[in-house]
């Protein structure tokens, strides 16, 4: 049953791929919307059962370690549905915009199929053969449009990748000599109660640092901007709303298989440094959707951060909270992505600061585009502000927790400087088209998930840690009086920082910052001192 | 010995796409790099036997087919991303009129500075 679940986007993509030769023009999208359909269902089926037991399949009968086992559990029950529903919605912006063909179809359709068996493989070669599906599709979906410089950008970032997950490979040769296994329940048992080897502190550096460049965080996460900024909209939205939470789910289940490792000292580190750096880099870019994916880099910071609890005293809501903002996240990411898309098709400018006053040319745009940058903000009553609350209840004991409310406050500011795209007098040619109404279902549909969560904090919240089966000690307050005033003095300096940062004296100053930028090779090098620097720190914590 | 050789084979990759400026070139260091890591599992799994796995009476000295079989997989990932980035290379070369990534980066920029 739930090998049904990779299986039937493969279905539909081959289905794509006879439509692409036979060139018939709708078949691809009836297969497309018919299999992420079927596939919802099907997940939604099996959701019950996995979250109290678990389900799992060994995939054609051959029993684990010669065989592939695929598992279902609570927590990817919850992002096997995300992903469907999101990319559906996604899939639909991409027809509405009318410029991608049955080959766009296939690709999409082999990425979600890749996604999705990600998320369901136990065995850590399985895991790159998906992460490879995973990365091939995305380098030819931001290639997609053909424009030369989204082409390099590609290039870029298989080069990247393909280094990454060569670590990857080198840390799976390590582990497998050192325990004979695979999957990682079996390395969990196969290393449990010991002190871990210096092989095995390598070989989880070496993994680490290949999913690294998956997930993006910093030093590995040099390729995303570029890369996201430069890809067709629906695939931005795609990639930064999905794709890097299925690595993170991955990272998430090898954190967990090797707790003697001292990962989560890393992650207390790498955390907060990848959320304050990815939203400092943020607020001095003026391309729309270089911004936004550099607010990736950021709120993955965030979820690294609540990934550094486990295994401490107030784990379960800080851990809860992590795993909910990936939910929120591929919520209000690709709102935000799709908003600006809409923006930048219709305007065909990508700079702020060639916009303004477009909120009275297309209100619901505008009005779709505030969720999402609420939600981003942690506004209470949207959904960003319900993890964000769980994070940091979580997490305030850490050493540079207030790198996080710096980021906090940086997102606020950057926010508010996207947002004179729509707001004051329009200094655009009065030549704009309307918005085609076709293009409103997706964003409504997800702006209203947003705020649907934001209304009902505590209630999802609760539902989310029962789902998952993480047990949350604490109860937080969501609409306490602690935390409303924390969240104003946030807005409030983030409201001053924005005025600070659109002075023209330090504008000047970091558009010099902003052009420079990095060759393969620089970056090349960034990944590997990342590794060694990984092991390092693992070699000088195990002691 | 023979591991030392396949280190050497994986650092000669990596020299490659550090030092040659050529999209093609990298190409070519991004697939060494990956028959490093084929001949690294390889070799690993040939230590536990002698003998082919085809399972027959009396043939017990076998090396581990678990590496082969993952190896398999891995040599066609190796080939996909290699025919993908040769794809991506030649659609540079078409804008760009180069394969250099120096050359590259810098009409890129070039292009920047003039929106």
């Not at chain 1, 926010?415 to 085609?436: H, Q, Y």
């Not at chain 2, 000669?12 to 040659?20: C, E, R, T």
Request: charged share 10%; hydrophobic share 55%.
């Amino acid at each position: 049953m739930i090998s049904l679940l990779v299986l039937l986007p493969l279905i539909g993509a081959a289905i794509a791929l006879i439509a692409e030769i036979l060139r018939l023009r709708t078949l691809d999208a009836v297969a497309t919307v018919a299999s992420l359909f079927t596939a919802t269902a099907v997940a939604l089926r099996v959701t019950v059962s996995a979250v109290t037991a678990g389900v799992a399949v060994a995939v054609g009968g051959w029993i684990p370690p010669v065989g592939i086992e695929l598992r279902l559990d609570g927590l990817t029950s919850i992002g096997v549905l995300v992903v469907f529903i999101i990319a559906l919605l996604i899939y639909w912006y991409a027809r509405a915009e009318g410029s991608y063909g049955p080959h766009f179809s296939f690709v999409f359709l082999t990425a979600v199929a890749g996604m999705i068996g990600l998320m369901l493989s136990t065995d850590l070669f399985n895991m790159f053969v998906f992460f490879e599906i995973l990365s091939l599709s995305a380098y030819l979906l931001i290639a997609y449009k053909r424009k030369p410089r989204a082409v390099y950008a590609g290039f870029r970032y298989l080069v990247i990748g393909t280094v990454g997950m060569s670590l990857y490979l080198l840390g799976v040769f390590v582990l497998y000599r050192e325990t004979g296994v695979l999957s990682i329940h079996a390395i969990a048992d196969a290393g449990a109660g010991e002190a871990p080897s210096p092989e095995m502190l390598i070989a989880t550096a070496a993994i680490i640092a290949g999913i690294g460049t998956r997930v993006a965080f910093f030093p590995f996460h040099i390729w995303l901007p570029e890369a996201h900024g430069e890809a067709p909209h629906p695939v931005s939205a795609l990639l930064s709303g999905l794709m890097i939470k299925a690595g993170f789910l991955t990272l998430f289940r090898i954190v967990n298989a090797v707790p003697a490792v001292p990962i989560t000292m890393l992650f207390e580190i790498l955390g907060p440094v990848t959320a304050v750096a990815g939203v400092m880099l943020a607020l001095v870019q003026t391309d729309m959707k270089r911004l936004l994916a550099f607010h990736s880099v950021s709120q993955m910071g965030y979820i690294l951060t609540g990934f550094a609890a486990l295994g401490s005293v107030g784990a379960g809501v800080a851990v809860a909270g992590s795993l909910f903002h990936m939910v929120n996240h591929a919520l209000f990411k690709s709102l935000l992505f799709l908003t600006i898309g809409i923006v930048i098709s219709q305007t065909g400018k990508r700079r702020i600061t060639d916009l303004a006053g477009l909120g009275l040319r297309m209100p619901l745009v505008a009005a779709c585009f505030v969720v999402g940058a609420a939600s981003i903000s942690g506004v209470p009553l949207f959904n960003g502000y319900v993890s964000k609350t769980m994070l940091s209840a979580g997490t305030k004991e850490f050493a540079l927790y207030p790198l996080l409310t710096i980021t906090s406050i940086g997102t606020v500011a950057s926010f508010i400087k996207l947002s004179t795209v729509f707001r004051g007098r329009s200094r655009t040619a009065p030549g704009i088209e309307r918005v085609a109404r076709r293009m409103y279902p997706p964003i409504v549909t997800i702006a209203a998930g947003c705020v649907a969560i934001g209304l009902f904090p505590g209630q999802t919240a609760a539902l989310f840690s029962r789902l998952t089966n993480i047990s949350t000690i604490q109860t937080i307050d969501f609409f306490g009086g602690q935390a409303m005033v924390d969240t104003a003095i946030v807005l409030a300096v983030g409201f001053m920082l924005y005025r600070v940062v659109t002075h023209p004296v330090l504008s000047r100053l970091v558009a010099a910052a902003r052009r420079a930028r990095l060759g393969i090779e620089p970056s090349v090098v960034a990944v590997l001192y990342g590794f060694a620097g990984v092991a390092m720190v693992f070699m000088l914590m195990a002691r | 010995m023979d591991r030392l050789l396949v280190g050497i084979v994986f650092l000669v990759g990596f020299a490659g796409l550090l030092f040659q400026r050529d999209l093609i070139k990298k190409v070519i260091a991004l697939s060494i790099i990956n028959s490093a890591l084929v001949t690294l599992f390889i070799l690993l799994g040939s230590r536990a036997g002698s003998e082919a796995p085809i399972l027959r009476e009396g043939r017990l000295d076998i090396v581990d087919p678990l590496v082969q079989a993952l190896m398999l997989t891995a040599i066609v990932v190796g080939i996909c991303i290699t025919a993908l980035a040769l794809v991506l290379s030649y659609a540079l070369y078409r804008s760009y009129g180069t394969t250099d990534t120096r050359e590259i980066e810098r009409l890129i920029s070039e292009q920047e500075e003039q929106q």
